[in-house]
Structure formats: C-alpha cells, structure tokens
C-alpha cells in the first residue's frame, strides 16, 4: 500500500534578525503593517505605524531585544530550531521551520520539504499558537496559505487547529509546570497576550456573544471556536484543575498591550505593581500563550515586570519557563501530525 508523501512545517512568530536599530525597525514594520495586528485601513495603518509607532518604539525594542539575545541569537529563534531538531528525531518526514514575520519565510520552508522529499504531496503546518486571535492562529495560517497559492505548489496543506483544549497540549503544559509549584509561593498568574476587544468583537461568529453577555466565556457558545478570551480562561482553569491550585492562589491577566485602546482585562502589567499589597510576596507567573519563551516572556515578564513587582514591595517573581523543547511537547506534535485527524 501507498503511503502519502509528506512533510511538516512548524510555524512561529518571529524575530529581528539582529539587535541593530535597523533589523528591530523592519521587523517592526512587517509585523505592525499587518492588518490583523492593527486592523485599521491602510493610510491609517501606514501613517500611525511608519509615522508615529516604529520611530519610537524600533530604538527601544532594539535595547529590549538586546537584553535577552544569546550568542546562539534570539531565543525564540534558537528554542525553535531545537524543537524543530526534537521534532525531527521523532518522526520520519523531512521537517521545515517558518515565521510570520522575518526569515525563513513559509515559500522557504516548503522549497527545503521539496528538496528534501521530491514529488511532496502533503504538507502539515503546525502554527505554534494554542490558541485563536486574529493577530496570531489567524495571521500565521492566511499567510501560510498565500505562500502555497501564489507558489503554485501542487501538495496538499494541512492544518493543525489550535490546541488549547488538547489533552496532549494540557498534559505537557502542567508537566512542565509542575516542578515549580513545589516551591513556596503565595500566587501564580497565567499571563497570556493581550489583544484589543475589538479582536474578540470581530471573531465573535454569531455577532451577539462575546463580552456581551454576562460570563460569556463560561456560557456554551460557537463563538468559542474563535474566542482568544474564552480559551484562554479555558487553559487556565484546566491548568488550576490538573496542577490542584486553590482557587483563591491563582488568576490571570492579559499582556503586552499597545495603543490606548480598549484591551483584554486585567493588564499583567498594572496587577503586577497591586498584588504585593494584597500580600502576594512570592509570584510565579506562567505564559501559556506562548509556546517558546521570547520578548514577551523574558524581557517583559522576567526583566520589567519583575522590577516592577519588587519595586511594590514583591520579594520574589519567577517566570515558569514556556514549553519550549519539554519531551511531552514534543511528542505532542509528532503525535499530531502523525495522525489522520488534526
């Protein structure tokens, strides 16, 4: 019997492809250009973004990065390529990396699959997102599928769907987890990407659910399919469930916010500077949204938030590590790409 030709194509956001102002500006530009990052029309976007945001922001971004970067590069990078090498020793089919935004874009990683596996007939992209938004599932799996379009390639590409509610992903995430909650410690936040209300508006597929109606994440709805909200609380209550955490030592709070608009409530940044006089002297803070730590988690969690906590009076903030390259996540994805059904 015939076996399928395939290939497997992990999918991240991305990275400068260095420290220098120059490198932080353009990569700026491409992810901030991007109409499900900031979903205003073009002029708007092009004015607000080159005009006003990346002037600003490229300089300090560049020191930020700066502060995490490793000799090996940036760590969203190098813990990429490691899981893309752990993945490799776990399956037979050829494995490519792609990234929204920077290099190796997705047509890159497709031509090392065809190189590697001539005749290629299906391609099986894994966003490394857990969980919907526009501004991350969405914008990685359009792009993805626009490289295959315009590249007139003749394989088959397959999707994984996001994972938040995966018993393989939850199992790795408390796994990994776990090591930490053996420690002291008074409260864990699961911090997860802020995104604007108007995202959760805008994904809400029968138009009258999300942040309409009173516990809506808690209330079934179709919406959830696309709701970034209601999956992530979904994570963190499986995660408080599974790891036995007491419902009065645990929260969550939404980060990374940008612009004066409206965004997912609570802000990890605001909470950080309150929960030390609320008696929270020890925290760990855990970022399931992100699968491989980076910016996000070791510059804002790790560098400014804990500065920020300790300065309010915190005496001690640890970031649990993200999935990166745990044996668990790893076996996760070879089993979800070795199966008929994703």
Same mark, same amino acid.
């Given at each position: 019997?015939?076996?399928?030709?395939?290939?497997? /194509?992990?999918?991240?956001?991305? &990275? =400068?492809?260095?420290? *220098? /102002? !120059?490198?932080v500006r353009r990569y700026l530009n491409e992810f901030l250009m991007d109409e499900r990052v900031i979903d205003m029309p073009y002029l708007s976007r092009l004015l607000l973004v080159k005009g006003i945001i990346v002037p600003f922001r490229a300089p300090? &971004? +560049?020191?930020?990065?700066?502060?995490?970067?490793? !000799?090996e590069g940036s760590p969203l990078m190098v813990l990429s390529r490691q899981l893309q090498e752990a993945l490799q020793q776990q399956v037979t089919e050829p494995v490519a990396l792609a990234m929204r935004y920077g290099s %190796?874009? %997705?047509?890159?990683?497709?031509?090392?699959l065809l190189e590697k596996e001539p005749g290629l007939e299906e391609v099986v992209l894994v966003p490394l997102y857990p969980h919907y938004a526009l501004s991350s599932y969405e914008t990685a799996v359009e792009y993805a599928k626009e490289a295959h379009a315009k590249g007139k390639y003749t394989f088959k590409l397959t999707i994984v769907p996001p994972f938040y509610d995966n018993a393989l992903y939850l199992d790795s995430l408390a796994d990994s987890m776990k090591p930490y909650l053996q420690q002291p410690y008074d409260h864990i936040v699961f911090s997860y990407h802020g995104i604007p209300e108007r995202h959760v508006h805008k994904t809400d597929v029968t138009g009258q659910h999300c942040l309409k109606v009173n516990n809506c994440c808690e209330i079934n709805s179709e919406a959830h399919k696309y709701c970034y909200r209601h999956q992530c609380l979904y994570t963190t209550k499986k995660m408080a469930e599974m790891l036995q955490i007491p419902e009065q030592k645990? &929260?969550?709070?939404?980060?990374? *916010?940008?612009? *004066?608009?409206?965004?997912? !409530? %609570?802000?990890?940044?605001? *909470?950080?500077?309150?929960? %030390?006089?609320e008696g929270v002297k020890k925290l760990l803070i855990a970022c399931p949204a992100f699968v491989s730590d980076c910016l996000e988690t070791l510059e804002e969690i790790a560098g400014q938030g804990k500065e920020s906590f300790i300065a309010?009076?915190?005496?001690?903030?640890?970031?649990? =590590?993200?999935?990166?390259?745990?044996?668990?996540? /790893? !076996? +996760?994805? +070879? +089993?979800? /790409?070795g199966s008929e059904k994703y």
């Open positions: 019997m015939a076996t399928t030709k395939r290939g497997i /194509v992990l999918m991240n956001l991305g &990275s =400068p492809d260095s420290t *220098r /102002v !120059k490198d300090k &971004s +560049a020191h930020a990065y700066a502060s995490i970067w490793t !000799k %190796p874009a %997705p047509w890159t990683a497709y031509d090392e645990y &929260s969550y709070a939404f980060q990374s *916010r940008l612009g *004066r608009d409206e965004w997912l !409530k %609570p802000y990890t940044a605001q *909470r950080l500077t309150e929960f %030390p006089a309010a009076g915190g005496e001690s903030l640890t970031l649990i =590590p993200c999935l990166n390259v745990h044996p668990m996540w /790893v !076996k +996760a994805i +070879a +089993a979800w /790409v």
